[in-house]
């Protein structure tokens, strides 16, 4: 198993602003993945990040809006870029190996006023 | 493509009560299935699976048969505890080759004592 966690837990931000969410994870992963789960909603992938090469992004997001970085085998950030009210989600990082458990950090509670 | 399909909630049972959560799936071809289950103010936490036709998974009294014939994965508890209470999402990832998670949309339970 892999024990993630994610920094901030919750913040609450005005739009135009950006904020950049950090996904630590206590073991060396190659594949990290970012989801946005919207008030009510599912979860809906981004982006798939792997450590050393550019992040892959699912249709209807961009990297433009959502830059990802991916330093290392245990570390990933998410920036959420001029941000309005419809950006106001949880931010979930998980990672996994392709036909292994996914594993979900605990989150990022995001409010854009 | 593939989705799933999940009870409508709130569910909301008493304490003891028996509990069932629809899932079906579309898929080309043959999924893995989980439940995930998200407590209130956490991540996402994989609460069990099955890779193929006829598998049961189970945990912490929770069980659900994979179903080929009816392209379903429901999710069954004998006795619903309070601490049970939280939101349960249905997912499929595909065997072959690299493939996400997709999710369902989630199905709210409350029990109350």
């Known amino acids: 198993s892999a024990v993630i966690s994610q920094k901030p837990s919750r913040d609450i931000c005005q739009r135009g602003t950006s904020l950049t969410i950090q996904c630590q994870v206590d073991?060396?992963?190659?594949?990290m993945f970012w989801y946005r789960q919207q008030p009510g909603q599912s979860l809906t992938l981004i982006a798939t990040a792997n450590q050393g090469s550019e992040a892959t992004y699912e249709s209807g997001f961009v990297i433009d809006k959502f830059p990802i970085s991916r330093p290392n085998l245990t570390f990933s950030t998410l920036t959420v870029s001029n941000m309005s009210p419809e950006d106001s989600s949880i931010y979930l990082c998980?990672?996994?190996?392709?036909?292994?458990?996914?594993?979900f950090g605990p989150g990022t509670r995001l409010l854009v006023l | 493509g593939n989705s799933v399909t999940q009870m409508e909630g709130p569910v909301t049972l008493s304490e003891e009560a028996f509990l069932t959560i629809n899932c079906t799936y579309t898929?080309?071809?043959?999924?893995?299935l989980f439940w995930y289950v998200q407590y209130p103010g956490e991540g996402l936490q994989l609460l069990l699976k099955a890779t193929k036709a006829d598998d049961k998974g189970s945990n912490k009294g929770f069980e659900a048969t994979y179903r080929k014939e009816t392209t379903s994965f429901h999710l069954e508890k004998g006795s619903v505890q309070v601490s049970d209470s939280a939101v349960y999402f249905c997912a499929l990832r595909m065997n072959s080759g690299y493939s996400t998670l997709t999710f369902g949309k989630g199905t709210m339970l409350l029990v109350s004592p």
């Open positions: 073991s060396q992963v190659t594949m």
């Open positions: 898929a080309t071809g043959y999924p893995s």
């Open positions: 998980s990672v996994g190996l392709p036909q292994e458990t996914q594993y």
